[in-house]
């Protein structure tokens, strides 16, 4: 730890009031102490990284982190907020706030230092301390562990509390997608509220750093498991035959006591659950095999978002290369001669030529890369190969998204079946890098070319057909549901397959898939701008924290971040969630009837010279907007108390629910 912080990244007067500004406080010390090379870069991937999951951790704490190639050595820095700064979590503000800078290609050794500090933010002792003190190298001493904050119970005195009884026996394993600190919070947090409760807890943590697996031996004498994963969990085979509580790594850290609760009272109803044997050793799925078929539908949904999540960056940098050339050259630049051969530094149309031709290359990756890491999320890089491959023939019979979408499913699946084949030892180690993917790609080489490609590619071609062919109210109810699919959620599944509908369709732009990418975002626009609406009309409605998320999300709304809306829907889910549903609807169907295209997958206002029917399409997103925000400013309004019109700049007067 002692190369990760100094005094020089320790801010005790935090003066940041929202988490982006406090990420750019923050990463300003990195800069200046030349741990950060590039502080825009940088604050791009840790803004990346906040997209996917909060970052916020119930008791006051905060912990954006990332890794990024601007950062040239692992690095920490602290602050302490004395008004708290909003960072997601269930139970308020963050008045500590660790960012976690990582370079891209982090060794073990430093992702285990980092998993150290997520361990010790669970200690109240630690955290107590950093509050208390007022040095700012004192505070980096207590962060390297240097100094010994306030002592806390061992874990024998709490034991001996709850009694000498046969303890309860329970594994654990977690893991999130980064692998820095959730992995290990949610570790802390489960054995913490073991010791506290008198159960005997071991926890595997299958973060970035790697996994060691639990003894067999103490697998087999416990009594349940728990599961807080936000990835899938590796070898699932071991614990077979326990009963087994399965949920999300925020759970481990946030609900610890409950989780361990439920685990008991499956052991005492006698529940097991059982899973296909996996074989151990290179080549292992991380997919792993799919658990009872009343876990499908969530598996099949991870695997086809591991898919969109990669091809994404494709789709914005390939559709907004393609949409400034055509701004700058107009449509007919798709027709110009390559510029491999034809370029005039000076011409315009020359410079439009390039974008697009650079945007149709990135464009011409979006199946074979979705494809290829639908199968890598089921079956880990094995079966890579067999999917790029699966997805690549998509295109070549004209099967398209859809194509691909079935020649990642095809791939993983392929691979998974080989990896079950029980091979003598000496042959494990070709399996993941030769056997497997030649198998693979030759199975699923076979269904595409002979089997499902040709039915798939006419199944693409009609739903071209049709979306080409929407008009009138069969348009205007597509809109409606897409609107509402992108505000139900915000960011989550229903929002990302309405917009992996839309941006499939920009891999092979039609006139009616041109239509539905403007209606998605049209729709997402507006939870976001909705509530920053709101808290600027009826301020008395909000909180102090809810007015200042408000002003952050007029600019998320513009910029189409339609998680701008979250932190209000998690506080009033059942005002909020309906009203921004019927605005998006709203917007989604007046998109829809106006006619309006668009040909970017991303980028808000900012992309509105490239819409098609502009003036209208802002129209509707400012309709949708107004219906939402009368909605929820009515909704929120029926359950004031009397006195609630007064002024709540200080937070106090907030009404309360009836």
């Known amino acids: 730890m002692s190369e990760l912080i100094t005094a020089e990244l320790v801010d005790l007067d935090l003066s940041a009031e929202t988490k982006s500004a406090a990420a750019r406080s923050l990463a300003g010390l990195m800069v200046e102490a030349g741990r950060v090379t590039d502080l825009d870069g940088f604050l791009a991937d840790v803004a990346a990284r906040e997209a996917q999951m909060p970052t916020g951790l119930d008791g006051g704490i905060g912990i954006p982190h990332c890794r990024s190639e601007h950062v040239a050595a692992p690095t920490l820095a602290f602050g302490r907020s004395a008004r708290g700064i909003d960072f997601g979590a269930a139970d308020g503000p963050a008045d500590l706030v660790f960012l976690i800078a990582a370079p891209a290609g982090a060794d073990d050794d430093h992702l285990t230092i980092l998993s150290s500090l997520a361990r010790r933010l669970m200690e109240p002792g630690f955290t107590g301390a950093l509050r208390a003190e007022g040095d700012p190298a004192v505070a980096a001493a207590l962060i ?63 973060g970035s750093a790697g996994f060691e697996r639990l003894d067999p031996a103490v697998i087999a004498a416990a009594d349940a498991v728990i599961w807080a994963h936000d990835v899938d969990v590796r070898e699932k085979a071991r614990f077979g035959g326990k009963p087994v509580v399965d949920t999300g790594v925020k759970a481990g ?35 792993g095999s799919a658990v009872a078929s009343g876990h499908f539908g969530v598996r099949l949904r991870t695997y086809l978002m591991s898919g969109v999540s990669y091809m994404v960056p494709f ?42 031709q650079i945007g149709t290359a990135a464009f011409g990756f979006l199946v074979p890369v979705l494809a290829g890491y639908i199968a890598y999320g089921m079956a880990d890089r094995p079966a890579l190969v067999p999917g790029f491959v699966g997805g690549a023939i998509a295109l070549t019979v004209d099967a398209g998204f859809l194509g691909g979408l079935v020649a990642g499913l095809l791939a993983g699946a392929a691979v998974m079946a080989i ?55 069969n348009a205007v109810i597509l809109g409606i549901v897409l609107g509402l699919m992108m505000c139900f959620d915000m960011g989550g599944p229903l929002n990302k397959v309405a917009y992996a509908f839309a941006v499939g369709g920009l891999a092979d732009p039609t006139p009616g898939s041109l239509k539905v990418m403007a209606a998605v975002m049209a729709a997402g626009m507006v939870p976001p701008l909705a509530m920053a609406l709101a808290t600027t009309l009826r301020r008395s409605l909000f909180t102090r924290t809810e007015r200042e998320n408000g002003r952050a999300a007029w600019v998320l709304g513009a910029s189409f971040i339609t998680e701008g809306a979250i932190p209000f829907a998690a506080a009033d889910p059942l005002r909020v969630i309906p009203s921004v549903m019927a605005g998006g609807a709203v917007t989604g169907a007046l998109s829809m009837a106006f006619g309006c295209t668009l040909r970017a997958p991303h980028g808000g206002v900012f992309v509105v010279p490239l819409i098609g029917e502009p003036f209208l399409y802002l129209l509707a997103i400012a309709v949708g907007t107004a219906v939402s925000t009368a909605l929820v400013v009515a909704l929120k309004g029926m359950r004031r108390t009397p006195d609630s019109d007064a002024p709540a700049d200080d937070g106090s007067r907030v009404a309360v629910a009836a």
């Open 419 to 473: 990896q079950r084949v029980k091979v003598h030892p000496t042959l494990r180690g070709i399996m993941p890098v030769l056997v497997i993917p030649l198998l693979a790609s030759i199975a699923v080489g076979f269904l595409m070319f002979i089997v499902v490609g040709k039915p798939i590619a006419s199944l693409q071609n009609a739903l071209t057909d049709w979306l080409n062919g929407l008009s009138g109210s």
């Open 253 to 287: 850290i946030n609900r610890p006591a409950e989780l361990i609760a439920e685990a008991r009272r499956k052991a005492e109803r006698g529940e097991t659950s059982s899973f296909s044997d996996e074989r151990d050793g290179p080549g292992a799925g991380a997919g």
């Open 315 to 356: 789709v914005a940098a390939g559709g907004l290369l393609i949409a400034l050339s055509f701004a700058i050259g107009g449509y007919e630049i798709a027709s110009a001669k390559s510029v491999a051969d034809h370029f005039v530094w000076g011409e315009a149309a020359s410079w439009a030529a390039l974008l697009n």
């Open 144 to 206: 390297r562990g240097e100094e010994a904050p306030e002592s806390v119970p061992e874990p024998e005195e709490r034991t001996a509390e709850v009694g000498a009884a046969e303890p309860f026996r329970v594994v654990a394993v977690t893991s999130c997608p980064t692998g820095i600190a959730h992995t290990y919070m949610a570790a802390e947090s489960l054995e913490a509220a073991a010791r506290a409760q008198g159960v005997e807890l071991h926890v595997e943590t299958q």
